[in-house]
């Protein structure tokens, strides 16, 4: 079965600090992913998203992600976190085959917590 | 543009009642939305995928007969779950693909259910 992993669980760093949180996933073919940021006590909201293109993709708040095919990753990067960053970070992938056409699937990873420290 | 209103957002019940959960797609039709749960501090586990005007689709593990999905319209899905207990307390999220120049999911703000 398809997988989304997140290999850290919880991150702390302090502002200033340079982020990058990882993101792989289990089976190739044609994908699009996405990363969703969740602050404390609100819903999830859309960070950024790769369909095709140029692998480098630039989201809001000053995230990036790059799409490494030949490595099924998809991490998350920012320059410079700030205080306001402190919350909990998913990556989703959405498998495209021919059998889910028009029930495509979001499918998670664990989640990944950061908490900046002032 | 592509939201999903989604509540209540919190609910107290008792054990052996059942609880209602709107999802809808406020600006645009939602042929297919899904329903989520999410435990504390955990990742969002998919419950179904709730089409319009078919039977839902569940994730294995999940009780048809518990979580009742009715996706009536092309804006309004709903999750009923019936005769409550402790362990059903959680967060309910649910989600609508959105096609077109702007695909992806947008998400509901969650309910939490609290049982009691």
């Known amino acids: 079965a398809q997988s989304v992993s997140q290999h850290n669980h919880h991150v702390i760093l302090s502002e200033a600090a340079s982020l990058e949180l990882g993101c792989n996933y289990s089976y190739g073919g044609t994908v699009n992913l996405f990363w969703y940021v969740q602050y404390p006590g609100q819903h999830l909201q859309l960070l950024l998203k790769y369909f095709s293109g140029d692998p480098l993709v630039k989201g809001i708040k000053g995230f990036e992600a790059e799409f490494i095919k030949s490595k099924f990753s998809f991490n998350l990067r920012k320059p410079s976190v700030q205080w306001s960053d402190t919350a909990e970070y998913f990556c989703a992938v959405i498998w495209h085959f021919v059998s889910n056409f028009g029930n495509e699937k979001l499918t998670f990873g664990t989640g990944t917590r950061l908490t900046i420290i002032p | ?116």
């Open chain 2, 1 to 116: 543009g592509a939201v999903v209103s989604q509540h209540p957002s919190r609910v107290i019940c008792k054990s052996g009642t059942s609880v209602k959960i709107e999802c809808r797609s406020l600006d645009f039709q939602a042929t297919t939305m899904f329903w989520y749960r999410q435990f504390p501090k955990q990742s969002l586990m998919l419950m179904a995928t709730s089409n319009e005007g078919s039977k839902a689709t569940y994730e294995q593990g999940v009780e048809k007969d518990k979580f009742l999905i009715n996706h009536a319209s092309l804006t309004l899905s709903t999750l009923t779950v019936t005769s409550a207990h402790p362990e059903d307390s959680s967060f309910y999220i649910c989600s609508a693909l959105v096609r077109g120049a702007y695909y992806g999911y947008t998400f509901g703000s969650g309910t939490r259910l609290t049982v009691v």
